[in-house]
């Protein structure tokens, strides 16, 4: 779809917003529309203050569903081309405003616990709500969303739906799909809809999932209602082992999963990637970490499993206590970002990382062609400093690989993009879309993997399309997310 261009100039567009929710609710200063531009997390040009794209016209703090709706309309009737964001840890470009004068819409202050409810284990929160925040709150109380991604201390729940989030737990607990029980959510044109929460329902498709990932590209979340379990970190068992080869790895992680287990946690690393992780004890090796969590006599089960799995298989044994200290460390809040960016600056250096799955026959494959063609194939493979992955999230049909690259950048701030993460990204999106599997695990497809959103889905890209032609029929919904951006 061609992207929808206002008619009215980004003074005009900034006056009927301030008029709208009044001037505490919009934000126009020059530095903080610069910084809204673009994704924060490592943007190399912005760490460089560069910023080359459409400078937002306003940023807006609505405070309700009814301003979220009053925003929407007017963005319809002028053509004005909105941004949703909350947490700001997007990472594929879905913050980036790649049209002229368009309306960031920050939906941080709706934030507000609304319920939680011990009978029906649901909980209620506003889209602002940071996921720290809420899990501090339900944990307290005994309960838990079972939702721990890296980003939990800044994503809030808007973004965390709309990007389909996973979380290290995934494995007991699924996917922020698979919590989501119902949600509210404001569509162009200020049309409020609500998906009520009910366990199950066989009426027609499932139309949860129009909303969870959709980027910002069809509708602004409001209020999300998740799934809760009881919180019992008293019986996890922490578990790690180092094992010779990748492979061995991944057949160990199959083998349980398959035969039915489901520790929480259930990850492979590569020794590039564990030389990162676990410098202490990893001796060149691959490490596989596994917990196993619930209710006791599960815990124990899951463990017991565990421990057989590992019988017949060579390996070397890390100290439980070792993996849950890692566990406790893991999450990254603003601290870690802003370290992460000086470090950048100061040293011309950057990490990046690409997510993909792929069914359980093809994982050897695909991380074989990923190494293999990015250092004979990428023309920069001097400037790599690491090149690994892991496997972090795993089903019973297969897994996702986590591809991890770091660089020294041997370019301009403004070349860095083409020259290295571009070329990298496309050697494991092309090779996960050749051996059948997706190109994206859990980061969304933003904007920097639109090239394959056709390929990825197939024929069935004409129903993607229908939802955007139907939910979004002016284009006004985050114009270059998720569907490639058209000339005009
Ligand atoms: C250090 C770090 C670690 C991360 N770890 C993980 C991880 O373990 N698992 C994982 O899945 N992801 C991870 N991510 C990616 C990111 O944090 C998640 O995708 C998260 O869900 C984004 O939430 P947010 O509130 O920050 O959203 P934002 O960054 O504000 O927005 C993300 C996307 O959602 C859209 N959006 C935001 N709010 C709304 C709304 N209310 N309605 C409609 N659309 C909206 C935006 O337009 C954008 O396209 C990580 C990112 C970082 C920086």
Known sequence: M????????????????????????????????????????????AVHGIYDGP????????????????VLRFAQENLVTVVPRTGGTATEGGLETVIEDSLVVDGSRMNAILSIDPVDMMATAQCGVGLAELEDTLRAQGLTTGHSPQSKPLAQM??????????????????????????????????????KNVPRRAAGPDIRHVVIGS???LCFITEVTVKLFRYQPENNRYFGFLVDEFADGIAALRELITAGYRPSVCRVYSPEDARQHFADFYQGKNVVVLVAEGPARIADATADAIEEL???????????????????????????????????????????????????????????????????EFGRAGDLTMLGAHSSHSYQT???LYFVYDYTIDASPREEIEVYHKPL??????????????MVHHHG??????????????????????LKHAFDPRGVMNAGTIFPLEPR
């Open 425 to 438: 990204n496309a050697i494991i999106v092309t090779e996960a879309l050749r051996m059948g599997g997706s």
């Open 215 to 217: 980027e910002g590209a």
């Open 158 to 195: 808007g973004g965390l739906v709309a990007t389909r989030s996973i979380g290290q737990f995934s494995t007991l607990y699924g996917g922020i799909e698979d919590m989501v029980v119902g949600l509210e959510s404001v569509f162009p044109g200020g049309q409020v809809t609500r998906i």
């Open 2 to 45: 061609a992207p929808s261009r206002s008619p009215l100039n980004r003074r005009s567009i900034a006056g009927a917003m301030t008029e709208l929710l009044g001037p505490d609710a919009v934000e126009t200063g020059d530095e903080q529309l610069k910084a809204a531009s673009v994704d924060r997390f490592k943007k190399y040009t």
């Open 445 to 466: 497809i933003g904007k920097y993997r639109t090239p394959w959103t056709r390929e990825e889905h197939g024929s069935a890209y004409y129903l993607l399309t229908g």
């Open 310 to 376: 590992f019988c017949d298989r060579p390996h070397e044994r890390v100290d439980g206590s070792r993996i849950q200290h890692w566990f406790e460390n893991l999450n990254w809040g603003q601290d870690q970002i802003d370290a992460e960016k000086a470090a950048m600056l100061e040293h011309s250096h950057l990490g990046y990382t690409t997510e993909v799955s792929v069914d359980w026959s093809r994982v050897s494959d695909l991380f074989d062609a990923v190494m293999g063609r990015i250092r004979s």
């Open 55 to 70: 400078i937002p016209a306003a940023i807006l703090y609505p405070g309700s569903t009814a301003e979220v709706a009053a």
């Open 398 to 400: 297969g897994t996702n």
